[in-house]
């Protein structure tokens, strides 16, 4: 029988994937990652949220090192440049992506957390990028993901010296945007998808494209994006509706 390494649910407008190879602290394998990369192909359509869990003890202990070993540089880039294939797809896919985060996030777990886009930690939860106690270097974007969070100067003293940063300083430094007790992650992340899910899904598409991209601008052209968008989205008419509908709650609608 084929090992099940990701497992899905849709909920409604919900789409819930889970990493399921808890025995590996769901370390991500070719196979994991193909898998991973399946689930969010198939998003159902009508997903308004996604949320992206690890099954176990384990959020992501990154990188399987096993496979690792065998690998020649070219290997290696085609590797790295899948990784980036994929977690560019979580996103700028356009739909919000929420991580139930707990136990290990370290490595390749760090850079799959920081690409979605909301992320929830329990007090066990510890990040780390050990890459430079094992001597390599990061490929899943980690330099720029983790980088634009913490600060390259703060990401390359975690890389050098490997320590290990818990829930509460990881918080503080914005690798988690919530924090939770222990076995709550996954309650915070549905009631938080279900919120997002209330969005207009063009403006939801927007937030989880745009900013990014405008982050990589120049300034000017920033704010030229930033008015294209706000175009693209404030003129819809389910967003026509929504704003008459929030004047006349406050009576500023109208009158008839």
């Known amino acids: 029988m084929t090992e099940q390494l990701v497992k899905t649910a849709q909920d409604g407008q919900i789409y819930t994937i889970t990493l399921a190879r808890p025995a590996k602290r769901n370390a991500v394998s070719d196979r994991l990652l193909a898998a991973l990369e399946a689930a969010f192909m198939a998003t159902p359509e009508g997903t308004r949220a996604i949320i992206l869990a690890g099954e176990g003890d384990h ?74 106690r094992h001597g390599i270097f990061v490929g899943g974007g980690a330099s720029l993901r983790v980088a634009r969070i913490i600060g390259p100067g703060r990401m390359c003293e975690m890389m050098l010296t490997g320590r290990v940063i818990d829930a509460e300083e990881g918080y503080r430094l914005g690798l988690s945007h ?56 404030q003129t819809s008419p389910e967003v026509v509706g929504r704003i008459g509908e929030f004047l006349k709650r406050k009576g500023q609608g109208p009158r008839t």
């Open 59 to 132: 959020f992501c202990a990154g990188l399987d090192l096993a496979e690792h070993q065998h690998r020649d540089p070219f290997g290696v880039m085609q590797h790295s440049r899948g990784w980036h294939r994929i977690f560019d797809r979580i996103e700028n896919g356009g739909i919000p992506v929420i991580a139930a985060l707990h136990g290990a996030v370290i490595g390749g777990g760090l850079e799959l957390a920081t690409a979605t886009h909301i992320r929830v930690a329990e007090p066990d939860t510890i990040y780390q990028l050990p890459e430079g």
């Open 178 to 233: 919530y924090q939770v007790g222990k076995g709550e992650a996954m309650a915070k992340a549905r009631q938080l998808a279900e919120r997002v899910a209330e969005n207009a899904p063009m403006a939801n598409w927007a937030m989880c494209t745009a900013i990014n991209r405008i982050d990589n601008m120049s300034s000017e052209d920033g704010l030229f994006v930033e008015s294209l968008t706000a175009a693209l989205t």
